[in-house]
């Protein structure tokens, strides 16, 4: 157990809906970064947040956004959903000045 | 962008036997880091590499950030039925002041007892 904690687990839903994806950092962690993992792209950095902040950002369309809560709690947001948005999410997190990055239990997406 | 060639692309080996992977980029990276994905389930830290030439190991367990910051190697020793899942490299790009680790497109490793 990494201590990242993710939910919900599975989520199945239809093209064009928006979703919310949950992540709870690791106690002390004020990094959070989300990935999108599917088979033919492997892993793929979307976005970083530290401390409540925009810190980087990846290949992430502009139907996904994503924040930091001064909980330091993230969600990640896929609205107008498409086929090919089916994937695992992950959420990581690490402590300030430190890259090492652990991962959650990851979301499954599945549009249909 | 950045990318990193993970190879093998997977393995088959005999319980016992001792496997080696890599990852190499045309560009300069500030920290390596070794992953290890069982089936739906989130990637798993094994190591992390901070030092150009450091050697790492934890437990059956060994990995080296390359001299030239453009490589880096993971060895598992007497392997186990355990070991059976994907191993991913990832890496901090040297121009990156960010957090944002590029991921290899990892080793699928079985073993056989």
């Known amino acids: 157990d990494s201590g990242v904690t993710q939910t919900p687990k599975h989520l199945i839903t239809a093209t064009g809906q928006r979703v919310t994806l949950r992540c709870s950092p690791r106690?002390?962690?004020?990094?959070v970064y989300w990935y999108q993992q599917s088979l033919d792209q492997g892993l793929q950095f979307l976005i970083q947040y530290y401390n409540g902040e925009e810190r980087a950002k990846g290949n992430i369309l502009e139907r996904f956004s994503a924040q930091q809560f001064p909980d330091l709690h993230s969600e990640l947001n896929l609205s107008s959903l498409e086929l090919g948005d089916s994937a695992l999410y992950f959420c990581?997190?690490?402590?300030?000045?430190?890259?090492?990055?652990?991962f959650g239990p990851g979301t499954r997406l599945t549009v249909l | 962008g950045q990318q990193l060639n993970q190879s093998p692309q997977s393995m088959f080996i005999q319980e016992g036997e001792d496997v080696s992977m890599n990852c190499t980029s045309s560009s300069i990276f500030n920290t390596w880091l070794w992953y290890k994905q069982d089936p739906g389930e989130g990637p798993v830290l094994l190591i992390a590499?901070?030092?150009?030439?450091e050697l790492t190991s934890n437990g059956r367990l060994t990995a080296q950030f390359g001299i030239t910051r453009k490589d880096s190697f993971l060895n598992i020793s007497a392997s186990i039925p355990s070991d059976v899942g994907i191993y991913f490299c990832a890496g901090q790009p040297g121009s990156s002041n960010t957090g944002k680790l590029i991921f290899g497109q990892g080793t699928t490793l079985q073993v056989k007892p």
């Open positions: 106690s002390g962690d004020l990094s």
């Open positions: 990581a997190s690490s402590p300030a000045g430190n890259n090492e990055q652990f």
């Open positions: 590499l901070y030092k150009a030439g």
